[in-house]
């Protein structure tokens, strides 16, 4: 089975430029989550959706995020416009049941963003 | 909000040891914990949980222990080989989200 599917691998771009990030998740999960890394904060969880429903989004850092899920097999997430500090790797993931109950959720190998 | 900490940043061990990994969390009524290792360059992936009413379980060379007293678990892994190297992340729910610890790094010494 494919796991999680996260586009591009890597990203570098330049200030103010839009990136868009993309995830495909486990066929049948029904939950989808959006984490960013860095090496000062860790993991933190940005936004995820039930159903393609996003549930909570207070983890997106400003209007320049959004996240969108049009459809059960098809995640963005859209930084406008960029900022080094958006710099990170941006990982998305996807659970069978809400991951918290269940604990286990299924992670992309991630999209790795440079902002210059 | 929620803290979960880890005592160690880095962890090196010799292959063939035993490596223990630990994490201390603040929030006394917190009923579950679960482990994550990821790999360079990959995602974390789930390796075990534990839920409140169990102080201790095991998996294939795993080990988690509880104390709830001390607000305190621990991932063992026994007989630590070279594809253990990775970072252990405890994590834990918080309201809506589930809220990782900072991490170790565990290297393995040949």
């Known amino acids: 089975d494919a796991g999680v599917i996260q586009s591009p691998r890597h990203e570098v771009t330049e200030m103010g430029q839009e990136v868009t990030l993309r995830c495909k998740p486990i066929s049948g999960h029904d939950y989808l989550f959006w984490y960013r890394q860095t090496m000062m904060r860790g993991l933190e969880l940005l936004i995820y959706f039930n159903n393609n429903v996003p549930i909570d989004d207070s983890g997106m850092p400003e209007d320049r995020f959004s996240a969108k899920m049009p459809n059960a097999s098809f995640s963005t997430l859209k930084i406008q416009p960029s900022e080094p500090r958006d710099s990170a790797v941006y990982f998305c993931a996807s659970s069978l049941v809400r991951g918290l109950e269940a604990g286990e959720l299924f992670f992309g190998e991630g999209s790795r963003l440079t902002v210059l | 909000g929620e803290s979960v900490g880890l005592h160690l940043p880095t962890l090196s061990v010799q292959e063939g040891d035993n490596s223990i990994i630990n994490c201390a969390y603040s929030?006394?009524?917190?009923?579950?914990f679960i482990w994550y290792k990821q790999e360079s360059g990959k995602g974390p992936q789930f390796i075990i949980d534990?839920?409140?009413?169990?102080d201790k379980r095991q998996g294939q060379r795993v080990t988690v222990l509880l104390n709830k007293t001390v607000k305190h678990l621990s991932l063992q892994i026994a007989a630590t080989q070279p594809g253990d190297s990775a970072v252990y992340f405890c994590?834990?729910?918080?309201?809506?989200?589930?809220?990782f610890g900072q991490g170790t790094r565990l290297t393995i010494n040949p």
């Open positions: 929030n006394s009524a917190s009923d579950y």
């Open positions: 994590a834990l729910p918080w309201g809506q989200k589930l809220v």
């Open positions: 534990i839920r409140s009413n169990m």
